[in-house]
């Protein structure tokens, strides 16, 4: 039973993590990075990638703590009145 809940959890971090990283904080630091590049009239690919990549990562690191930590507080009972 632990190894199938350590399965759980680990499956719930990457998970949480892939999702944040990936679907809301790269394309976020994207667009964020370039319409910035645009307001200063600066090369609109300028400094993309390195946005993009400490977004993902950033993003990443938020949800997979964020994702163990609803897999832990999730399996915990309610307290009793």
Known sequence: MAGA???GFIRQVVESGISEGVFEELP???Q???WQNFATDKPLT???GNAAA???LSGA???GVGGGYN????KQS???P
């Open 5 to 7: 809940a350590k399965k």
């Open 28 to 30: 976020q630091s994207i």
């Open 32 to 34: 964020e990075q370039m």
């Open 46 to 48: 300028d400094g993309v």
């Open 54 to 56: 400490l977004g993902m």
């Open 61 to 63: 690191a938020m949800g």
């Open 71 to 74: 897999a832990v507080i999730g």
């Open 78 to 80: 309610p307290p009793t």
